[in-house]
Structure formats: C-alpha cells, structure tokens
Nanobody
Framework: QLQASGGGLVQPGGSLRLDCAAS????????VGWFRQVSGKEREGLSC????????HYVEAVEGRFTISKNNAKNTVYLQMNSLEPADTAVYYC???????????????WGQGTQVTVSS
C-alpha cells in the first residue's frame, strides 16, 4: 500500500512537500509516481521516479517547479513543490507505476489522496 501525506493550504508562490510511504510490496518491483486530480477533471500524471536507479520523469506542467526524490531506506518518495500556483490546487495521489525505462506514468495501484490548496 501507499500512504500519501503533506498536503495543506499554501499561499501562491509558496512550497509544500508531499510524502509517499510504501509498504507491502517489493520496493524495486515498481516505480513510484505522483498524480493529481482537480474536481470534475481526469487524474493527470506529474512525475515518477525509479526505485532501482535515479531515473526521474516530469511532465512539462511541473518541470522546474516540482522535484521528486526518494529515500530507499525508508521506502518513501517525496514531491517537493515550489512556486505553487492556484492552478496546482488538487487532490494529489501517489501510485506504484510501471518501471519500464526506469519509470513511467502507468499506474498499477494507488494510495489515498492528499488535498493541496493554493490560495491567498
């Protein structure tokens, strides 16, 4: 299973870090990805990281503002979000993703979401 945490209310231009703690599966079998969903819209993939090497991927919308990282000893993946904008307001989810090419944004199973609200 995957447990996401770290969401909250932040002002525009601010930062948040989301954590995704993994358990119950072999750490190296999947990558870990972050996704978000705005109410009424489809869930979109943002970034992923390989659990076997240092491969990371970002979608254009967040590249340069968001940074994904991991702690292999803790089986935890992080998403550091900087320069947040109101358009980043969404429920954020982590997921175990396909490890082809290191990682990609094809999800196999999900953690619960954490709400991020960017507002003044």
């Amino acid at each position: 299973q995957l447990q996401a945490s770290g969401g909250g209310l932040v002002q525009p231009g601010g930062s948040l870090r989301l954590d995704c703690a993994a358990s119950g599966f072999e750490w190296g079998d999947y990558g870990v990805g972050w996704f978000r969903q705005v109410s009424g819209k489809e869930r979109e993939g943002l970034s992923c990281i390989s659990t076997r090497d240092d491969t990371t991927h970002y979608v254009e919308a967040v590249e340069g503002r968001f940074t994904i990282s991991k702690n292999n000893a803790k089986n935890t993946v992080y998403l550091q979000m900087n320069s947040l904008e109101p358009a980043d307001t969404a429920v954020y989810y982590c997921a175990a993703v396909d490890s082809t090419g290191g990682c990609n944004l094809y999800p196999y199973f999900w953690g619960q979401g954490t709400q991020v609200t960017v507002s003044s």
